[in-house]
């Protein structure tokens, strides 16, 4: 079952005059997408422990829930077919195909201290560190471009060099690697994470960036990926040396902007980096720097479908920043802080961001959790961009930061993504507010109230976010709820209803 978008539906129709252009409107963007390239429909996730979650962005397709026997750690890329489905994935250890097994001689990407300390019980921790790409002009073939992390003596934390494993379906139907862990460029230091790519102005070559690390060497690369060859091609230097440590590295991320003409870099410790990017020459220029003074553990960078916001997200805070300003400070607007009472058991934050296939751009944890928070209008100003939390419901836990790193695949089509789309999984869960509690605190029976009439389910967790009751929830309004068997403390009462809608309080229990 496909529920339309909650924002779509509350519309209110003007006129028949604008039923029929909204009609029309969906139809043509639609239109558009047909036969587009779906490379990044599929996104995986996983726990500790090989729960595995899936969100298929194919329309009407429901979230899957895996039971893998490896983990996905914040190092994390996958590709799909042109039509979508599941092609490949890594998880920075080795390559895994549509089977969730490792494909032929998929095993020991990234060789070294830090494979053999990682990989055995978990997975390789290098966030946006690897990323998969179409190998140009061919059929069937892929790059795993990839970085093997060295921590020195004194724990400082860097790459030398950075890799590609080449991977082929033109004569294994489940893939097979045919050359692993291949030094493009080697004898400088450069960062852990930062790899981006984007496509050539040609629409056929890639360009993937990279940075060394200051303050020794302060660089920006670009290396050129045609169909025989990965060469650098460019080096410039960076202005911005405190954006250029491992400490950043370890707790940024990097995009470009959809329409190619940006490159944007958010570290928490140096602030935010905007420059100008050339698809010809794979050159960035007219450097432009927003300091924004944080104490924060890691910060993640978005970008909005139509090229002109910035969405930088620190922890408790989510600011949006008007590209289109010549001063940056001008248009730079707090959206958001944490609401830690949508889930108060769970220490969660705002982490890293990922534009979909839908034009919505989500946002993980840097905690391991089991919701995604959603700016569902980031093409908007202000507070319109509908920034949701706790908005998408993953079946499993995800790891701390674990997001798939993507380029813009449809960069020269007419439209970068598809805002048709109406749910990322059959109901999509969205966490609104109105449900009361009483008594509380209680020492046995508790009545819920909710704003209306639903269906669905009620849990009550308990400080470990365990869940110790569950009762069906069948058409009404209020419930009472038997508390008297749980030991005292605090509780957590969640209801779901059937069309996706999540009501959160506290309850207090006391001794009876």
Same mark, same amino acid.
């Not at 558009?32 to 490379?39: D, E, N, R, W």
């Not at 921590?151 to 790459?159: A, G, K």
């Not at 600011?319 to 730079?332: F, P, R, T």
């Given at each position: 079952?496909?529920?339309?978008?909650?924002?779509?539906?509350?519309?209110?129709?003007?006129?028949?005059?604008?039923?029929?252009?909204?009609?029309?409107?969906?139809?043509?963007?639609?239109?558009?997408?047909?036969?587009?390239?779906?490379?990044?429909?599929?996104?995986?996730?996983?726990?500790?422990?090989?729960?595995?979650?899936?969100?298929?962005?194919?329309?009407?397709?429901?979230?899957?829930?895996?039971?893998?026997?490896?983990?996905?750690?914040?190092?994390?890329?996958?590709?799909?077919?042109?039509?979508?489905?599941?092609?490949?994935?890594?998880?920075?250890?080795?390559?895994?195909?549509?089977?969730?097994?490792?494909?032929?001689?998929?095993?020991?990407?990234?060789?070294?201290?830090?494979?053999?300390?990682?990989?055995?019980?978990?997975?390789?921790?290098?966030?946006?560190?690897?990323?998969?790409?179409?190998?140009?002009?061919?059929?069937?073939?892929?790059?795993?471009?990839?970085?093997?992390?060295?921590?020195?003596?004194?724990?400082?934390?860097?790459?030398?060099?950075?890799?590609?494993?080449?991977?082929?379906?033109?004569?294994? /139907?489940?893939?097979? !690697?045919?050359?692993? +862990? *291949?030094?493009?460029? $080697?004898? #400088?230091?450069?960062?852990? @994470?930062?790899?981006?790519?984007?496509?050539?102005?040609?629409?056929?070559?890639?360009?993937?960036?990279?940075?060394?690390?200051?303050?020794?060497?302060?660089?920006?690369?670009?290396?050129?990926?045609?169909?025989?060859?990965?060469? /650098?091609?460019?080096? !410039?230097?960076?202005? +911005? *040396?405190?954006?250029? $440590?491992? #400490?950043?590295?370890?707790? @940024?991320?990097?995009?470009?902007?959809?329409?190619?003409?940006?490159?944007?870099?958010?570290?928490?410790?140096?602030?935010?980096?905007?420059?100008?990017?050339?698809?010809?020459?794979?050159?960035?220029?007219?450097?432009?720097?927003?300091?924004?003074?944080?104490?924060?553990?890691?910060?993640?960078?978005?970008?909005?479908?139509?090229?002109?916001?910035?969405?930088?997200?620190?922890?408790?805070?989510?600011?949006?920043?008007?590209?289109?300003?010549?001063?940056?400070?001008?248009?730079?607007?707090?959206?958001?802080?944490?609401?830690?009472?949508?889930?108060?058991?769970?220490?969660?934050?705002?982490?890293?961001?990922?534009?979909?296939?839908?034009?919505?751009?989500?946002?993980?944890?840097?905690?391991?959790?089991?919701?995604?928070?959603?700016?569902?209008?980031?093409?908007?100003?202000?507070?319109?961009?509908?920034?949701?939390?706790?908005?998408?419901?993953?079946?499993?836990?995800?790891?701390?930061?674990?997001?798939?790193?993507?380029?813009?695949?449809?960069?020269?089509?007419?439209?970068?993504?598809?805002?048709?789309?109406?749910?990322?999984?059959?109901?999509?869960?969205?966490?609104?507010?109105?449900?009361?509690?009483?008594?509380?605190?209680?020492?046995?029976?508790?009545?819920?109230?909710?704003?209306?009439?639903?269906?669905?389910?009620?849990?009550?967790?308990?400080?470990?976010?365990?869940?110790?009751?569950?009762?069906?929830?069948?058409?009404?309004?209020?419930?009472?709820?038997?508390?008297?068997?749980?030991?005292?403390?605090?509780?957590?009462?969640?209801?779901?209803?059937?069309?996706?809608?999540?009501?959160?309080?506290?309850?207090?229990?006391?001794?009876?």
């Amino acid at each position: 079952m496909v529920i339309l978008n909650k924002n779509w539906s509350e519309k209110s129709l003007l006129s028949d005059e604008k039923t029929i252009i909204d009609i029309y409107s969906s139809f043509f963007i639609g239109s558009l997408l047909t036969g587009q390239a779906k490379y990044d429909y599929v996104w995986i996730f996983s726990s500790r422990g090989g729960d595995g979650s899936i969100l298929d962005f194919d329309e009407g397709r429901d979230t899957l829930g895996l039971d893998l026997d490896h983990d996905i750690d914040i190092a994390n890329t996958s590709l799909s077919t042109k039509d979508g489905e599941l092609l490949l994935y890594s998880n920075g250890c080795s390559i895994y195909n549509s089977n969730y097994q490792i494909i032929e001689n998929g095993d020991g990407i990234n060789p070294g201290p830090i494979h053999d300390s990682w990989c055995d019980t978990g997975a390789y921790p290098d966030a946006q560190g690897l990323i998969i790409l179409p190998r140009p002009n061919t059929q069937d073939e892929y790059h795993l471009i990839h970085k093997t992390v060295i921590i020195s003596e004194d724990f400082e934390v860097f790459v030398e060099g950075i890799l590609v494993t080449n991977v082929s379906f033109k004569d294994n /139907l489940t893939g097979k !690697v045919t050359a692993k +862990n *291949i030094e493009i460029d $080697t004898g #400088r230091k450069t960062l852990s @994470s930062f790899v981006e790519a984007i496509q050539h102005q040609n629409g056929f070559d890639w360009w993937v960036i990279d940075y060394t690390e200051g303050p020794e060497e302060h660089l920006y690369l670009s290396y050129l990926v045609t169909q025989d060859t990965i060469v /650098l091609h460019s080096e !410039v230097e960076i202005a +911005n *040396i405190a954006s250029l $440590t491992d #400490r950043c590295s370890s707790t @940024s991320q990097s995009c470009f902007t959809p329409d190619g003409t940006k490159l944007a870099k958010m570290c928490p410790e140096s602030g935010f980096d905007l420059w100008n990017f050339d698809r010809s020459t794979g050159l960035i220029s007219n450097y432009k720097h927003l300091p924004i003074e944080t104490n924060y553990v890691r910060c993640g960078v978005g970008i909005s479908p139509n090229s002109r916001f910035a969405y930088l997200s620190c922890s408790d805070s989510l600011w949006q920043v008007d590209l289109w300003e010549e001063d940056l400070s001008v248009g730079l607007e707090l959206i958001d802080t944490l609401d830690k009472s949508a889930d108060p058991f769970t220490v969660t934050n705002f982490g890293y961001q990922q534009l979909g296939p839908d034009c919505k751009i989500y946002m993980n944890t840097i905690r391991q959790y089991d919701w995604l928070h959603v700016i569902n209008n980031p093409d908007e100003k202000g507070k319109a961009c509908d920034f949701r939390q706790h908005s998408i419901k993953l079946p499993h836990l995800n790891q701390p930061g674990s997001f798939p790193n993507f380029p813009h695949f449809r960069i020269d089509e007419e439209a970068i993504c598809d805002p048709t789309i109406t749910s990322v999984f059959g109901v999509p869960v969205e966490t609104v507010s109105g449900m009361e509690l009483f008594p509380n605190p209680t020492s046995g029976n508790v009545t819920v109230e909710l704003p209306e009439v639903v269906s669905g389910r009620l849990s009550v967790k308990d400080l470990t976010s365990q869940v110790v009751l569950t009762v069906d929830w069948e058409n009404a309004q209020e419930m009472q709820v038997d508390l008297s068997r749980l030991e005292s403390g605090m509780y957590l009462i969640e209801v779901y209803s059937g069309d996706g809608r999540r009501w959160v309080e506290r309850v207090l229990v006391t001794d009876h």
